[in-house]
């Protein structure tokens, strides 16, 4: 039909694999859109339906956020603030953080650490989230100095996590990662 | 006596509170050494005995390090590690930290947070000072993984902590803040 967009499966996810590859393989800033729709093999009409820009390849990720804050709502009412944040964690380890995805994440962790402005962004991001964790645990009833506290400890394991899991040479899951992480901070407040 | 240099009763306190004065007033790239010497009332000379440079009255502290690592090496035999550190940030509320320094404290930190290159070597700081914690800490027995987190946890409520003092309007003592920040990250992994 004429005007009628085609239909692209998996057209979101071979864009940001075609993206990263070019960006790690020529630079972020030698690549266009039109490179990146080329080498997926898609039209760069379709690129725009998924993604605002070039930028967007690598912090269109909202759904984190709102999986994290979801799964923190949904955890056991006898859990621990920061028990509720691992299960959050948890849940990314489900669905964005796989093993399958693991090197197109790794790809996307090198281009934004080899640029200033996309870290700063990076970490723009990351504060926001902190802010989305504090306004869950609030939600579950946590004070506010203590979710606030939470919010930190989780942002402290969400880091070191993707930082150990997008690692060269690392295998484990990102959920047993990010559980190792906890308890090792559970340890640090609860061991003689 | 010829050649002796003159002994100058609390030159260094005396020179960081001219620097501070004058970084506030007129800018940190617009004072130079000999501003200081002379706000102060002593020469050049001295300052150079106390600093290597202007960047010095900013980063000179290397007591601070020392005194968290002392107290951290000093805490009783069953505390946690999150109280050991606690211990450590006591002892920096009774020399460092104290009511009569928080004006120059907080003065210190205004001219940093205006300098992204002074910023950078605050974070370099940190970061030193937070190894310095994990190390003090395997010393005690704790292990490796532990350590760090620990050390990580610290160094979080070292930095509330220290932003909660200097901000304005705040009467508390350090070790006050201190020993609240900690309670809220226990219960951060104790509550339910």
Redesign the interface.
């Known amino acids: 039909m004429v005007g009628m967009a085609r239909w692209e499966p998996n057209a979101s996810q071979r864009l940001a694999n075609a993206a990263l590859e070019l960006f790690v393989e020529r630079g972020y800033e030698n690549t266009t859109v039109v490179d990146i729709a080329q080498r997926a093999g898609l039209a760069k009409s379709t690129f725009f339906r998924h993604f605002q820009d070039k930028r967007g390849v690598l912090f269109g990720e909202e759904s984190m956020t709102e999986q994290l804050v979801t799964a923190i709502a949904a955890a056991p009412d006898?859990?621990?603030?920061?028990e509720a944040v691992a299960h959050g964690l948890d849940a990314l380890g489900a669905s964005l953080f796989t093993d399958e995805r693991r090197a197109l994440v790794a790809r996307r962790r090198a281009v934004i650490d080899a640029h200033p402005d996309l870290m700063e962004r990076e970490t723009l991001k990351g504060a926001s989230l902190t802010a989305s964790i504090a306004r869950a645990l609030a939600e579950r009833g946590?004070?506010g100095?203590?979710?606030?506290?939470?919010a930190?400890?989780g942002a402290?394991v969400l880091k070191w996590t993707y930082e150990r899991w997008t690692g060269s040479g690392n295998e484990d899951g990102f959920g047993d990662l990010a559980r190792?992480?906890v308890s090792?901070?559970?340890?640090?407040?609860?061991?003689?």
Chains 1, 2 share one sequence.
């Open positions: 006898d859990a621990t603030p920061l946590v004070a100095p203590v979710a606030e506290a939470a930190q400890l402290l190792q992480a090792d901070v559970q340890a640090a407040v609860l061991e003689v």
